[in-house]
């Protein structure tokens, strides 16, 4: 899974490179594609492990909120928000990172885009991978097994918010049509005790 989309995230940068899309404002897009890359690239790894749990939370309440409408308009809607969250406030992720570092490594290199005041140095392809690999522990590993960053994103950001709510949710479900009871019995059965 990782190498597919590592694969779809080049086809995808490739794309927006030879689409031209970047020259857009006068090469303003392009250089603040360059300028999140090397962002990304020099970021700490604490900094990281923070962003990757947002990343989680807001992976978690997507997926919470689009089991709740009964149309797939209400799911579309209620994954968009939080995708849209996500990607506005430049969270990690791994497979996002697969595409914003290489479309500036190809922007850097190949439109020689060099945005003012930034260090091109560490743009490397050697620096993607390491960084990668680096930042693969807290954001890779822990984002996909059940571990830290499922109990703080599902548990310590999403689930103990509803918790006291939890009385309330057979009521506010049954009298608001685009919520379906099944959603309602779900979040009860999730948040009381086995």
Request: some cysteine; hydrophobic content about 55%; charged content about 10%.
């Amino acid at each position: 899974m990782y190498v597919a989309n590592f694969l779809g995230a080049i086809l995808l940068a490739l794309l927006f490179y030879f689409s031209g899309l970047w020259k857009a404002g006068g090469n303003a897009l392009g250089k603040a594609a360059v300028k999140i890359a090397v962002a990304k690239v020099n970021l700490d790894v604490g900094e990281a492990f923070v962003r990757a749990v947002g990343c989680n939370w807001m992976v978690c309440l997507a997926v919470w909120m689009a089991v709740a409408p009964r149309q797939v308009i209400g799911e579309i809607f209620a994954i968009f928000f939080p995708t849209m969250g996500f990607v506005a406030i430049g969270i990690e992720h791994c497979v996002a990172n697969m595409y914003f570092i290489p479309s500036g490594i190809f922007l850097s290199r190949w439109a020689c885009l060099p945005p003012a005041g930034v260090n091109l140095s560490t743009l490397t392809w050697s620096a993607f991978f390491l960084n990668n690999i680096r930042h693969s522990f807290t954001v890779f590993i822990f984002f996909h097994f059940p571990c830290y960053f499922c109990v703080l994103g599902h548990l310590g950001l999403l689930g103990f918010v509803y918790l006291p709510v939890q009385p309330l949710l057979p009521r506010l479900f049954s009298t608001r049509s685009g919520f379906s009871s099944d959603f309602a019995a779900a979040c009860l059965n999730c948040l009381s005790p086995s």
